[in-house]
């Protein structure tokens, strides 16, 4: 294996790992935002009120992009392992 093969299998990795991340922070970062505009408003600070919600976002995120992720897993999971005799060479 070249320097430059386990490279592009790094970045590779790295990207995907960013793609999976991104829905899930996404929904948590909208969810986060508007729990905190609403608490600025009624002046409530409580902590569970921005808990709960991001935990349930991130549930909510999960079940809908949970296929996606899995199927894009799978792929680059394949891909290593087929490609696996040019990589030991």
């Known amino acids: 294996m070249t320097d430059s093969l386990a490279m592009e299998i790094g ?3 790295l990207i995907l790992t960013l793609q999976l ?4 922070l996404v929904f948590s970062l909208i969810t986060g935002l508007t729990i905190s505009i609403l608490q600025a408003v009624t002046q409530i600070q ?3 009120l921005t808990f ?3 935990l349930l976002a991130t549930m909510l995120a999960l079940a809908i992009f949970g296929p996606w992720m899995l199927n894009k897993l799978i792929d680059f999971t ?4 087929v490609n696996l005799p040019t990589y030991i060479k």
């Open 78 to 81: 394949t891909s290593i392992f």
């Open 21 to 24: 991340a991104l829905p899930v």
């Open 46 to 48: 409580e902590f569970t």
């Open 11 to 13: 970045k590779n990795a």
């Open 52 to 54: 709960i919600p991001k």
